[in-house]
């Protein structure tokens, strides 16, 4: 560990949650997140009400992740931001606040890929959690991204599989909005399927090939299913909500865990982690857990506040960098889409 400590200030801002966070080295000072409620009302997410929201949000959680971490900018080694994927309107808050402050401190600043930093959450400096060992198998999983990530080191990854269609998040929420939840509903979902039986009604799987995946097919059966018994019965919904959720996310669940089994086998890699929001699913988390005792798998599951969108996740990116020093210009542009 150097002699100086190293203090990273991190800012998210690629969808709807404005966040920011303050690293030493590796461990995690401050997280702090600021959620936007006026989403609800529109079922999703509205582009334009975001980055007006992060322009709202932005000082105030920098503020309060700086004092939560007892340290002043004159002490900060460097700015980390995502650079991308996201919203476009979004990024262009964090990224231009991240570049003034930067400029202002005349600190380094560094572009996290937001999809790299799901992935590499796993190597905050965390009390009861393990860090992988490289190399090992990362499933993204979140509302934008379905993915099989072989991960050779901190800046070596390859996508191996992915979704051809629609995201898993995805594949939650229409099912929770065919079933008249509110938004975002899939961890409604969840929370219904925990009190059903998963297979009290069966849905077919689709078929494949290969590690990707694919979710469209899955929604419109779900759409087609509840269609047909609520014009039977209008109580159908009501009288099964918990059975149809666990049966939902049994048959999401039974395709992610799958896949994974065939991509430990074709790489022969028993290191599985999992990041993104859906990690945060409670059917996903169990299943993983006895997918490590059932296959002798080592398997390590992200605490609760790396799952969805946070800024610890893009400040440990961000400390690894450093090392490296691996620093952008203020010419670093934000992008909508970003591979791996």
Not at 21 to 50: C, F, T, W
Not at 316 to 321: C, D, H
Request: glycine share 8%; charged share 20%.
């Amino acid at each position: 560990m150097s002699e100086q400590p190293i203090y990273i200030l991190a800012i998210e801002s690629s969808c709807d949650d404005t966040a920011a966070a303050v690293l030493q080295n590796g461990k995690m000072l401050s997280n702090i997140v600021a959620r936007q409620d006026v989403h609800e009302q529109y079922g999703g997410v509205v582009p334009e009400l975001a980055s007006r929201a992060h322009q709202q949000n932005i000082v105030p959680v920098i503020d309060v992740a700086l004092k939560k971490a007892g340290v002043e900018k004159s002490q900060l080694s460097a700015i980390a931001f995502t650079q991308g994927p996201g919203l476009m309107g979004s990024l262009l808050v964090g990224s231009s606040f991240a570049k003034s402050l930067a400029i202002a401190l005349d600190v380094p600043l560094i572009a996290v890929n937001h999809m790299q930093a799901h992935i590499l959450a796993h190597f905050i400096d965390e009390e009861g959690f393990d860090k992988p060992e490289f190399p090992f198998l990362a499933m993204t999983i979140s509302g934008g991204h379905t993915q099989i990530v072989k991960v050779n080191n901190f800046f070596d990854m390859e996508v191996i599989g992915e979704t051809t269609d629609d995201a898993v998040g995805e594949a939650f929420d229409k099912s929770a909005k065919i079933l008249g939840l509110p938004y975002p509903g899939g961890p409604l979902v969840d929370k219904y399927a925990k009190e059903g039986n998963p297979k009290a009604f069966a849905f077919t799987k689709p078929k494949v090939p290969g590690l990707n995946f694919s979710f469209s097919g899955l929604k419109t059966q779900i759409l087609y299913f509840v269609q047909k018994n609520v014009s039977e019965n209008p109580d159908f919904i009501r009288d099964n909500m918990n059975d149809i959720c666990a049966s939902i996310q049994y048959t999401i669940i039974n395709i992610l865990i799958e896949k994974l089994k065939l991509a430990v086998k074709e790489t022969g890699i028993k290191q599985v982690a999992i990041g993104g929001g859906v990690s945060a699913n409670s059917g996903i988390r169990n299943t993983l857990k006895e997918a490590e005792k059932k296959h002798g798998w080592k398997t390590f599951i992200p605490k609760f506040e790396y799952t969805t969108d946070n800024a610890a996740m893009i400040g440990i990116v961000g400390y690894q960098k450093y090392l490296q020093q691996m620093f952008n210009d203020a010419a670093v542009a934000s992008k909508a889409r970003i591979e791996l």
